[in-house]
């Protein structure tokens, strides 16, 4: 970490520390999350999304990329106790761990966790009501389908938050040759093109903190 880096992180602690309580069950999930990719979202980016969630009177969940259920609890959480979050992994060992967490969370019954590639567990959701409040966070050169999903699960008033669309700034390099990036910037001018035709409002907010420069994207289905 460099000078600045370290400043993010010393900042991103210092307002944990004051905002987030000490939470023995997101420190076991961690814990038991420990030898899977350290990737989850932040303690505050987790927090932002527990704020929006109850903000929005969000009941039904769903989550793209669930690793080991840290940001998955989050969001169930603030879906309350009559909520329903469903969460999609691929992995079936990130799976295994992250329903240990949510057992140990005392969400069992509100979270489901549906094992394969997304992809492929997103057309059984149709028949289901509509999603309040999609979290996309999984493998960012899908993004442009989890978007086409997102607006098919979801309702005028729902909200659409996808995570890492900044990665280092690289979003803005229209030459990458990055997979992930390509797939975010196609994403982001399919919510520019939905913005225009007036079904959606959408907007990014660049972040810094303990895991580096990142940012998120936010659209509201209108
Ligand atoms: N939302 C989590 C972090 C998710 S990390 C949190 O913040 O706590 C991204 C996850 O997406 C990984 O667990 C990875 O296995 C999963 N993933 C990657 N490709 C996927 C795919 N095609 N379908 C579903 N999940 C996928
Ligand atoms: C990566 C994925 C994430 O969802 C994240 O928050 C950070 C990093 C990654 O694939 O590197
Ligand atoms: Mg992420």
Do not use: C
């Not at 980016?45 to 009941?59: D, I, N, Y």
């Not at 069992?108 to 509509?130: K, T, Y």
């Amino acid at each position: 970490m460099n000078t600045l880096e370290r400043l993010w992180y010393t900042v991103d602690g210092y307002f944990a520390d004051q905002l987030r309580p000490p939470d023995p069950i997101l420190t076991a999930a961690m814990r038991d999350g420990a030898a899977l990719p350290q990737i989850q979202v932040s303690e505050l980016l987790g927090g932002f999304l527990s704020v929006l969630a109850r903000a929005a009177g969000a009941r039904r969940v769903l989550e793209i990329g669930t690793l080991f259920g840290y940001s998955t609890i989050h969001l169930a959480r603030a879906a309350g106790e009559d909520g329903a979050t469903v969460s999609l992994e691929y992995s079936p060992e990130h799976a295994a761990v992250a329903r240990g967490n949510i057992e140990r969370a005392g969400l069992s019954e509100r979270v489901e966790i549906l094992e394969g590639p997304a992809v492929e567990s997103l057309p059984s959701l149709v028949d289901g009501d509509p999603f309040d409040l999609v979290f996309i966070d999984a493998d960012k050169e899908n993004n442009p389908s989890y978007l086409d999903w997102a607006l098919r699960l979801t309702r005028p008033g729902s909200v659409i938050v996808v995570d890492n669309v900044v990665r280092a700034g690289a979003v803005a390099d229209a030459e990458s040759d990055r997979p992930d990036v390509q797939g975010t910037r196609t994403m982001v001018e399919a919510i520019g093109a939905a913005v225009r035709e007036g079904t959606l409002e959408a907007t990014a907010m660049q972040s810094v903190g303990a895991k580096g420069y990142d940012g998120f994207l936010i659209a509201y289905v209108l």
